[in-house]
C-alpha cells in the first residue's frame, strides 16, 4: 500500500504484490488543519482504502507514505528553536571552528526564521561538566533541539556522540552533524544538521501518530516513508533524519513512472492544478542534487526539481492586445471550478469579467460571471481540451463544448476566435516551460533523441502534448497518471547514500564507502541479498559517492513479466524514432540486449529482458569480452571514441553487464579513476566469465 499526501488530497492506493495490479484507490482532503496535521488524512485515506476494497490486515505486506510535512513546516516556520553546541581540537582549530559552527538564524526565504542560539567548547576545555554547563545556556536561552557539531567529526564523531547522550540524558531531542553528512564543510554540514534539527519535534509528533493509527489498524510491518531522492526509508531512520523527506512528493512520481513505463530516460513532468514539476530521469535513475532552503546551499540530497507557477488549473489574463500570461494563480487559489468540467447549460450567455484573485495581484486574470451570479475560469485544461489534444480517456479530459462557450466572450475581447485564443494560452505556458526543459537537458546531457516527456499528475494531458509537439520530441502519459504518486511509493525500492570528501581514492576507500552504504540501506529495511550499489569519483572535488538501492523483502520479486525479443525491438525502434525493420540486436546477452541500427547510424539502446532501457546513446559500441581483458578494452574504447572539441577531449562514458546487474561508470573522465572504480567490481569476479563492456561518446 502507497499514499502520497499531495497539496489538495491524500491518495491511498493497494496493489497486489504477486501481479502488481492496482486493487484498491482511496482519497480524502488532506488535514493541513488537523491537530495531528497530514498524519490524519494519512491514516484515514489507508483504514478507508483496506475497509472499502476488504482487505484484511494480514494481508498488508508493505506500506509507505510521501510526506509533505518537512517542506510544509519550513515553509510555514513551523519550526523548533535550535541550539548548536559546536567543538573543536587544537587552538589554532578552535579559533576557526568556533566562528563555522556560529550560525545566524536561518531565513527560510518567507518572512519566517529557524531561530538558533550558539555556544562553543573548544577540545582542550573538553568535559562532562564542561558540556553539561553549556548545554544549560542553551537550554535557558530558549533551545529545544541540540545539535552537536565538531571540526572534522566527519573523521571521528566521539566528541558529536558524547553531547548527543548528555543532551538525551536531560530528555531533550539532539543530533549530530556527521549523521546528517560525512562531507567536509563545517559551516554547511552545521546548517544542514540545524535545518534537520528544527523539524524534528514536528516530524517525530506526526510519525509516532502515523505509526500508532497503522498499528491500530492491525498492520504490524514496518511503515516506510518516502525520502526525497527517490527512495524509501524505515521510520525508525526518518526519526533521526527528517529532513530527507523533503520534496518526497514529486520523488514519488518519478518513481511511479520508472515503474509503470519501463522508463529509463527522459524528462519527467508531474503537472498539477498550480503547478508542474519538471526533473530528469537518465539511465534509470532520477536526478539528484544539493536542496537549498531560503537560499542556503545544504547537504540535503533530494530530487533536482523545477516548479513552476503553471499546471492544469493556471488562470488566464488578458488585455486588449491578446493573452499577456498564464499563472501564477490557479482556479484552486481563487476557489473557482474550470469551465471545461461545468454543464453546458451553466455557461450560456456567460460575460467576461476581469479580476484580482488576491490582494496585490494584477487585475487582469479572467473569470466568467454566469447568469446565476456565480463565477467560473478558464485555463490550460480548457484551452486543451478545445483544441483536441486531450482523450476521452485521459484524466483533464472534461466538456469541450462549456469550454468553447466560456472562451468565447474572452476571444471576442481580444478579437480572435476560440482557436487561436487556446493556441495563445497553451502558447504562454510553453513559453515558461520549455527553456527549463532545455536547461535540465543541458545540465544532465540529454541529447535531442533523448529528451521524452513523461507525464504524470492529474493534469498532464493538459500541457505535455502541446510542448512535446512544439519542441518535436516524444512523451507518454501512463496508465493511473492521477495517482502515479501513490504507486510510485507502493513500488519504491529502499535508498541510502554516503558521500565523503576522499583525495586520491584506493581500492580499500572504494570497497569502504561501498559497504557503508550497504549497511545504511539495510538499516533503512533493504534486504541485503537485494542491495546494488553505484559508486561515483568527482575529480574536481575529491568527492566519493556510494548510493546503495535495494527492496523490502516481500518486493523483490520482478514488477513485470519478460518481454520478447519482438517487443524489446520495437521499444528500442520507437525510442529511435525510427521503424523497427531498421534496428537489429547486436549483441544478445542472457540479461541484456544491444540494439543498434541497421543504416549505418551508430546509435543503441541497451535493454533489460523486462523492456526497460537502461541505457541511450546517439553513438556508441558493445562487446563481450571475458573479465581478464576488460583493462585493454577500456583502455582501446578510451582513446578510439574520444571527442575532441576546441578546449578539451571528451571521453566516452562506460557500462558493464554482469549476470543481471548494468554497472555505471558514468561521470568519471579520468582513465586511471575509472580503471580504480572497475578493479573493485572486476577483481570479485573470475577472470574466465564472460561480461558486456559498452562504451558510449559523449556528445555534450
Known amino acids: 500500500m502507497g499514499i502520497d499526501v499531495g497539496g489538495t488530497h491524500t491518495k491511498a492506493v493497494a496493489i497486489d504484490n504477486d501481479t502488481h495490479e492496482i486493487i484498491g484507490k482511496s482519497s480524502v482532503k488532506t488535514t493541513h488543519d488537523d491537530e495531528f496535521g497530514v498524519a490524519t488524512g494519512v491514516v484515514t485515506s489507508f483504514v478507508n482504502c483496506m475497509q472499502e476494497n476488504n482487505i484484511s490486515p494480514e494481508d498488508v505486506v508493505f506500506v509507505a507514505h510521501s510526506t509533505t510535512q518537512a517542506t510544509n513546516a519550513l515553509l510555514e516556520g513551523d519550526v523548533a528553536k535550535v541550539g548548536v553546541l559546536g567543538t573543536a581540537g587544537g587552538f589554532f582549530e578552535s579559533f576557526l571552528a568556533k566562528r563555522q559552527t556560529h550560525l545566524d538564524d536561518i531565513d527560510l526565504g518567507t518572512g519566517r526564521y529557524i531561530r538558533i542560539v550558539n555556544e562553543f567548547l573548544p577540545g582542550r576545555e573538553f568535559t562532562q561538566e564542561k558540556v553539561n554547563k553549556k548545554l544549560d545556556s542553551l537550554e535557558a536561552q530558549g533551545a529545544q533541539v541540540i545539535i552537536a557539531s ?3 567529526g566527519v573523521d571521528d564523531a566521539t566528541p558529536e556522540q558524547n553531547i548527543l547522550g548528555e543532551a538525551e540524558s536531560r530528555g531533550l531531542m539532539a543530533s549530530t552533524a556527521s549523521e546528517i553528512t560525512k562531507l567536509y564543510g563545517l559551516t554547511r554540514r552545521t546548517r544542514t544538521a540545524a535545518i534537520n534539527g528544527s523539524i524534528l519535534p514536528k516530524m517525530l509528533d506526526t510519525a509516532r501518530q502515523t505509526e500508532t493509527s497503522v498499528h491500530n489498524a492491525g498492520v504490524e510491518v514496518p511503515l516506510m516513508i518516502m525520502r526525497g531522492d ?12 527528517p529532513v530527507l523527506t523533503m520534496l518526497s512528493g514529486p520523488a514519488a512520481s518519478v518513481m511511479g513512472a520508472l515503474m509503470y513505463l519501463r522508463a529509463s530516460n527522459g524528462v519527467y513532468f508531474e503537472v498539477g492544478g498550480t503547478s508542474v514539476n519538471i526533473g530528469v530521469i537518465k539511465n534509470g535513475r532520477p536526478a539528484v542534487d544539493y536542496s537549498i532552503v531560503g537560499g542556503h546551499k545544504t547537504y540535503i540530497s533530494s530530487l533536482d526539481v523545477r516548479v513552476l507557477g503553471v499546471a492544469g ?3 488566464v489574463r488578458v488585455s486588449k492586445d491578446g493573452v499577456v500570461d498564464v499563472g501564477p494563480r490557479s482556479a484552486h487559489i481563487a476557489g473557482l471550478d474550470y469551465a471545461v468540467f461545468s454543464e453546458t447549460e451553466r455557461l450560456e450567455d456567460c460575460e467576461l469579467d476581469l479580476f484580482q484573485p488576491k490582494d496585490g495581484d494584477p487585475e487582469d486574470y479572467v473569470r466568467l460571471r454566469l447568469k446565476d451570479g456565480s463565477y467560473l475560469t478558464i485555463t490550460n485544461s480548457c484551452a486543451a481540451n478545445v483544441l483536441g489534444l486531450v482523450s476521452p480517456d485521459e484524466f483533464s479530459y472534461g466538456n469541450v463544448e462549456a ?8 476571444a471576442d475581447y481580444i478579437g480572435i476566435g476560440v482557436e487561436e485564443l487556446a493556441e495563445q494560452i497553451l502558447h504562454k505556458a510553453y513559453e515558461k516551460i520549455e527553456p527549463v526543459i532545455m536547461e535540465l537537458a543541458e545540465k544532465y546531457k540529454l541529447s535531442h533523441d533523448q529528451i521524452s516527456l513523461i507525464g504524470v499528475g492529474g493534469g498532464a494531458a493538459s500541457l505535455i502534448g502541446y510542448c512535446a509537439d512544439k519542441m518535436d520530441i516524444k ?6 497518471a492521477e495517482v502515479i504518486s501513490s504507486i510510485g511509493v507502493a513500488l519504491s525500492l529502499v535508498r541510502d547514500a554516503v558521500e565523503r570528501v576522499v583525495p586520491n581514492p584506493t581500492p580499500e576507500d572504494i570497497r569502504s564507502i561501498r559497504q557503508e552504504a550497504i549497511d545504511r540501506a539495510v538499516e533503512s529495511g533493504a534486504a541485503p541479498a537485494t542491495v546494488e550499489v553505484h559508486v561515483e569519483i568527482d575529480s574536481q572535488t575529491s568527492k566519493l559517492t556510494a548510493i546503495a538501492l535495494g527492496s523490502t523483502e516481500v518486493k523483490s520479486m520482478d514488477l513485470l513479466s519478460a518481454a520478447t525479443q519482438e517487443e524489446l525491438m520495437t521499444l528500442a525502434a520507437e525510442d529511435m524514432g525510427v521503424p523497427a525493420e531498421k534496428v537489429a540486436i547486436k549483441l544478445n546477452g542472457e540479461f541484456f540486449k544491444i540494439i543498434g541500427r541497421t543504416d549505418g547510424d551508430e546509435a543503441i539502446r541497451i535493454l533489460d529482458t523486462k523492456g526497460f ?7 556508441g559500441t558493445a562487446v563481450e569480452i571475458q573479465v581478464k581483458d576488460y583493462q585493454e578494452a577500456v583502455a582501446d574504447f578510451y582513446e578510439k571514441l574520444a571527442v575532441f572539441t576546441t578546449d578539451s577531449v571528451l571521453r566516452p562514458d562506460f557500462y558493464i553487464c554482469v549476470g543481471p546487474r548494468i554497472m555505471d561508470f558514468n561521470g568519471s573522465m579520468d582513465f586511471e579513476q575509472i580503471l580504480l572504480l572497475m578493479s573493485v567490481e572486476m577483481d570479485m569476479l573470475d577472470p574466465d566469465e564472460k561480461v558486456i563492456l559498452v562504451a558510449v561518446k559523449t556528445q555534450l
Not at 469550454?403 to 474572452?410: H, I, T
Not at 512523451?475 to 493511473?480: H, L, Q, S
Not at 532501457?613 to 553513438?619: F, N, P, T
Open 403 to 410: 469550454a468553447r462557450l466560456a472562451m468565447k466572450p474572452v
Open 150 to 152: 565538531s571540526a572534522f
Open 475 to 480: 512523451y507518454k502519459i501512463p496508465e493511473n
Open 313 to 315: 488549473g493556471s488562470m
Open 230 to 241: 527517490g527512495g524509501v526509508m524505515d521510520i525508525s531512520e526518518m526519526k533521526k533524519r
Open 613 to 619: 532501457i537502461k541505457v541511450q546513446s546517439s553513438s
